[in-house]
């Protein structure tokens, strides 16, 4: 793994980092477009509640306490990591089977 | 673009859900035949990366916001596959930790960001991209066209899924000419981004870009026989 790889991957955490935690803090809290069609459209009351609706974390945090903004970016970077992680592990399951390197599962490399 | 519970009925949302299941599967068994070790923490990083640009809802219309979907940007970086698996997690992660998208609708938004905008987005990029030059300027602008068009793309599978099984009798003609409408206007800054993004990447690294003439590796297309 060169150098050169950490470059644009650092790039990538960081301007991720810095759109969920800061940016995302002046979203817009308009309804966005799906929405705004269910508005104006007329089936914007068949929305159910959400099952987790009640989970502090429900809509970015805005069950968490602190002011909006604040709650908004933690729960972003939260998710930023929460989303890397995850896409980690899926990828790496995912991933090419190196020859000698056992697969999970064995079976479906066989197709390459 | 998050379609909530209960705008569609659990029939066609547990169709769709069947349909998202299928297409995750093959994806894994594409991203198996292609992504090497290198590219893991590229495709980890641009599923982050799309998570933290669909938090951010810029204005279009008074009264009307939009997000990026970034389907066709993880498509190109990354290829259509893993993006698919990419979308496929970062739905997974908003509905299940942030309550933004139905649980039972989940099935849909895969089907329409992960299938129809990402999959079907990355075909219009590689369609446009025989018509162009090799350039990496080429290259943004054509994945921006593509990004821009994938978001009434996404648009005309919600209005199927409603006119399959809406829940309230509205006329789909209506459904349509509205979802269309928006969902271009949205897609103009999905465009913009996109094309942005892509280019500052390209700069730095053609190669890490499976979109891009440059890339250093297999593509999926090119192992079909």
């Known amino acids: 793994m060169s150098s050169r790889n950490w470059a644009v991957f650092g790039g990538l955490l960081l301007v991720a980092l810095v759109t969920a935690g800061l940016i995302s803090q002046v979203s817009s809290s308009q309804p966005d477009g799906l929405e705004y069609v269910a508005e104006q459209e007329g089936f914007a009351s068949a929305e159910e509640q959400h099952d987790l609706a009640e989970s502090p974390l429900a809509d970015y945090g805005s069950g968490l306490g602190a002011d909006s903004g604040t709650a908004r970016g933690l729960a972003g970077i939260a998710g930023v990591l929460l989303t890397l992680a995850a896409g980690y592990a899926v990828f790496l399951l995912a991933r090419k089977p190196k020859p000698g390197r056992s697969p999970l599962p064995p079976e479906t490399s066989a197709r390459d | ?225």
Not at chain 2, 87 to 98: S, W
Not at chain 2, 188 to 202: H, P, R
């Open chain 2, 1 to 225: 673009m998050h379609i909530p519970d209960g705008f569609i009925n659990p029939a066609v949302s547990a169709g769709a859900g069947l349909v998202a299941a299928g297409g995750f599967a093959a994806a894994v068994r594409q991203t198996r035949r292609y992504l090497t070790d290198r590219l893991v923490p590229m495709a980890a990083l641009v599923a982050a990366f799309v998570f933290a640009a669909q938090m951010v809802n810029f204005p279009v219309l008074p009264g009307m916001s939009g997000h990026l979907l970034g389907a066709v940007l993880a498509a190109v970086l990354v290829g259509p596959w893993a993006g698919l698996i990419v979308i496929t997690i970062v739905l997974l992660v908003q509905g299940l930790v942030f309550a933004d998208g139905g649980l039972s609708a989940l099935g849909l938004n895969i089907v329409n960001i992960g299938l129809i905008a990402g999959l079907g987005g990355y075909a219009v990029y590689r369609l446009l991209l025989r018509f162009t030059s090799r350039s990496h300027t080429a290259v943004a602008r054509t994945a921006a066209i593509a990004a821009a068009i994938s978001l009434p793309l996404a648009a005309l599978g919600f209005v199927f899924e409603y006119w399959l099984g809406g829940t309230v009798e509205i006329s789909t003609t209506r459904v349509l000419l509205a979802a269309l409408g928006t969902h271009a206007l949205i897609g103009i800054g999905e465009g913009i981004v996109t094309g942005l993004v892509v280019a500052a990447v390209m700069r730095s690294r053609p190669d890490l870009v499976y979109g891009a003439p440059d890339f250093q590796g297999q593509r999926t297309e090119e192992l079909v026989p």
